[in-house]
């Protein structure tokens, strides 16, 4: 079954947060192996770090293996 990855662990990489991006990328990866979602309302909730661009958005989250569907 699949993790479902939380706006702020989205955040973190993205924006790379130095205090959170290093445990926020290791969790993640930790966690690859069964899978990584993000649902509809966290996805809505990264939009603005990605200037309401919701094709970068997607692009970005495929990029670290998060799907955006299950």
């Known amino acids: 079954m699949a993790w479902v990855v939380d706006t702020s662990v989205v955040l973190d990489i993205h924006i790379g947060d130095p205090a959170f991006e290093p445990a926020s990328t290791a969790c993640l990866q930790s966690r690859l192996p069964d899978g990584l979602v993000i649902c509809p309302i966290s996805f809505v909730e990264v939009g603005p770090s990605f200037g309401g661009d919701f094709r970068a958005a997607s692009e ?4 670290v293996s998060i799907s955006t569907s299950e």
Do not use: I, K
């Open 60 to 63: 970005f989250l495929q990029s």
